[in-house]
């Protein structure tokens, strides 16, 4: 006894727990699971009682949907990986394979191969949300840059994959776009001999292809979690662009959040099964069922729809190293966005403005993707470049100015107060993805 | 308010060049002539293969097509696969019989001829692309497993094609030696000479063999020989779409009322 009390007094010991047991408010097997392994009540707080927004319009449900979409494609993409074959001379054949003799395979294949078109649909309504709504700006800044992490690997990733099938444009797509980096000044050359593996596009460079295809599919998921995990602390932005207050403001996840993604995602998979089963190749171009031969080029070699505005914006600049510069920086831009735009005010609900800018953004968007497929001459070269200057100025010039300039509306005090004002018929909101 | 205004017609803006565009996609891709349409029987929701017509389209491309083009991904067993000809099993096996393959090695290590299989896919007519530029003046006849969808304008290009060849050449156009002339194909020169006429094949149905139905019955068989499962696929895809369509609307009900907890009608 005394000698305990003798020896505290000398030194002050903290007291450790190097373990967290406890804690559940689960009983039972739960109870058991949830004291070690704290997943049921993280789930229960992250998906159930979760607060969001009330406001929140079908323009929310695409994170959701982007979700199915990943996990589908990593499930068919195993499925295909089982019987496919990373070897130049047996590449397309084994695809073939596929399409004919494995069971139900031509549904994995145009089922992979259509998800990655819709995907791209996905993310493009996504990313428009957040410009439109302002989703970017603070507290948002991290999940927007990581957003745009999560843009640069699917583009690397549907690049890849759209090469191993081994057709024409598989085989001419990743000839045009590796020999990109021989524009890098001094090791350009050195690199591209680097990543082919080889002095040509050839089996070297399928095999490796196959394994950074898998690889940044994964990446992608990583990158993913981060993106959700901080979603759930900073929260959902709103059509308001205003942070909820109290109750008034709020739903619970589930199952208010849980049933309008679903209808959402009900929806969007009708399209999608309606367009693989009665249009499976619209999307994709017939010259990919020509096996890929070095010796003929096509006529023109396209990249898929969904690279289409960012090949416009390569090929309006007359040299080739800064073609690859202005395509990486266009999307790349996006990144400076949250302190390019300054205004106090998200919502372009309120910035009458800024709201047609994103919208003669998006206008553009679409005609550098039609120049995109247009064979890079005359006209089309002249719009194109206008599409690339003005895709440039509405990061470097309008964002600033407009955030300057702009007197944005009158603005509720709060969401639900932001609800009655829309049923008042006092703002306008885009009708279609309302609801 | 002017804002206001301007914003709307803008919106209006935006979706005319969204109908320009996605209407003119299609004539931004390379095709510039009109191909000749026509209402295939595996077109549509609910599109099925003519069966007899895939038959004869199997026998033109087996007495016409075969001697110059390749079909290497296609077996003689897909010949009675459901969706397809579906000649019976026996018929296919005398189908394949009529060809000599080679087979082993053997226990002696020598290579060695059979007849064919239905298990066995069909026979290239030369052995490898060397041999099939040299037998066809430095062309080669390509693979036509999936040419039905190695071509924009897919089966209707192929019809056409066939229908293209006109012995009247247009003044501008100079034709070399063993090129000939086709109005549908891009650049207006083939080198195929033109392969069916009235009465290339004789079909032993009785159908009348004019150059219409001969290239209406291959271009039938091409095209189940790219798409085999087109019809397993148009079956599966309507059914997915009204169960969705079904699932949809259930969804929508149950949302719509999980929602009157907070929107309660006033």
């Known amino acids: ?435 | 308010m002017n804002i206001k205004d301007s914003f709307f017609r803008l919106r209006y803006f935006v979706v005319a060049c969204l109908i320009f565009f996605f209407t003119n996609i299609s004539i931004a891709k390379e095709t510039n002539i009109e191909l000749l349409k026509q209402n295939w029987s595996f077109d549509g929701f609910f599109g099925k293969f003519d069966r007899t017509s895939l038959q004869r389209g199997y026998q033109v491309y087996k007495e016409v097509c075969a001697s110059c083009h390749s079909m290497k991904q296609v077996s003689f067993r897909n010949l009675s696969e459901p969706g397809g000809p579906e000649f019976s099993e026996a018929e296919v096996k005398a189908l394949a019989s009529q060809y000599e393959v080679t087979d082993g090695p053997n226990g002696e290590g020598e290579m060695f001829t059979r007849k064919a299989k239905p298990s066995d896919k069909f026979k290239s007519p030369y052995p490898n692309e060397n041999a099939s530029r040299a037998a066809n003046g430095g062309a080669y006849p390509p693979d036509m497993s999936v040419i039905a969808k190695a071509r924009p304008g897919g089966s209707d290009y192929l019809y056409s094609i066939l229908m293209g060849y006109e012995d009247k050449v247009p003044d501008n156009i100079k034709l070399e030696d063993g090129v000939y002339y086709n109005k549908y194909m891009p650049g207006n020169k083939i080198r195929m000479a033109k392969p069916i006429s009235e009465g290339s094949v004789t079909y032993s149905d009785g159908t009348k063999a004019t150059q219409e139905q001969i290239a209406k019955d291959v271009v039938n068989f091409l095209t189940w020989a790219a798409e085999p499962h087109l019809e397993a696929r148009k079956k599966l895809g309507f059914k997915s779409v009204v169960y969705l369509l079904i699932l949809t609307i259930l969804v929508y009900l149950v949302k719509k009322k999980i929602w009157l907890r907070v929107e309660p009608k006033v």
Request: neutral net charge; glycine residues 6%; hydrophobic residues 50%.
């Open chain 1, 1 to 435: 006894m005394n000698d305990q009390t003798s020896k505290t007094s000398k030194e002050h010991f903290e007291p450790v727990h190097t373990n967290k047991v406890g804690g559940s408010p689960f009983t039972g097997v739960t109870g058991w699971i949830d004291n070690r392994l704290p997943i049921i009540r993280m789930f229960r707080h992250e998906y159930l009682d979760f607060q969001v927004p009330k406001s929140l319009s079908y323009f929310w449900s695409f994170g959701g949907i982007l979700t199915i979409c990943l996990l589908l494609l990593i499930v068919t993409g195993i499925s295909l990986g089982m019987h496919y074959k990373p070897d130049a001379n047996q590449a397309f054949d084994s695809v073939e394979k596929i399409m004919r003799d494995v069971n139900f395979g031509w549904l994995i294949r145009y089922a992979h191969m259509n998800l990655a078109s819709f995907f791209f649909i996905a993310v493009y309504l996504h990313i428009f949300r957040g410009l439109y709504y302002g989703s970017y700006k603070e507290p948002r800044e991290l999940m927007w840059l990581l957003g745009i992490i999560i843009f640069f690997l699917m583009m690397a990733t549907a690049f890849l994959g759209y090469t191993l099938p081994w057709g024409q444009m598989s085989y001419w797509g990743a000839t045009v776009i590796t020999n990109l980096f021989s524009a890098v000044p001094v090791v350009g050359d050195f690199i591209v001999t680097w990543l082919w593996g080889d002095y040509a596009v050839g089996d070297a460079a399928l095999n490796r292809f196959y394994v950074l295809h898998w690889l940044i599919a994964f990446l992608i998921v990583g990158v993913v979690v981060f993106h959700v995990i901080a979603l759930h602390i900073v929260g959902s932005n709103n059509p308001s662009g205003i942070e909820p207050k109290d109750t008034r403001d709020t739903v619970s996840f589930s199952p208010f959040t849980t049933s309008k993604d679903l209808l959402a995602m009900l929806v969007f998979l009708l399209i999608f099964v309606a367009v693989m089963m009665y249009a499976p190749n619209y999307l994709g171009h017939p010259d990919n069922y020509i096996p890929a031969n070095p010796l003929v080029t096509p006529a023109h070699i396209v990249p898929e729809w969904y690279f289409l505005p960012f090949y416009a914006i390569l090929r309006s600049i007359p040299d080739k190293l800064m073609g690859v510069v202005a395509m990486v920086s266009s999307i790349a831009v996006l990144g400076l966005l949250p302190w390019l735009d300054f205004s106090k005010v998200r919502s372009s609900v309120f910035r009458p403005i800024w709201k047609q800018c994103v919208f003669l953004f998006v206008l553009d968007f679409f005609v550098l993707m039609y120049i995109g497929g247009a064979p890079a001459e005359g006209i089309y070269l002249v719009i194109g470049r206008i599409g690339t200057a003005f895709w440039f100025a509405f990061f470097f010039i309008l964002a600033p100015l407009v955030s300057i300039i702009e007197k944005p509306l009158p603005m509720p005090a709060s969401i639900h107060e932001f609800e009655d004002w829309k049923k008042q018929g006092k703002i306008k909101t885009i009708r279609l993805f309302n609801k």
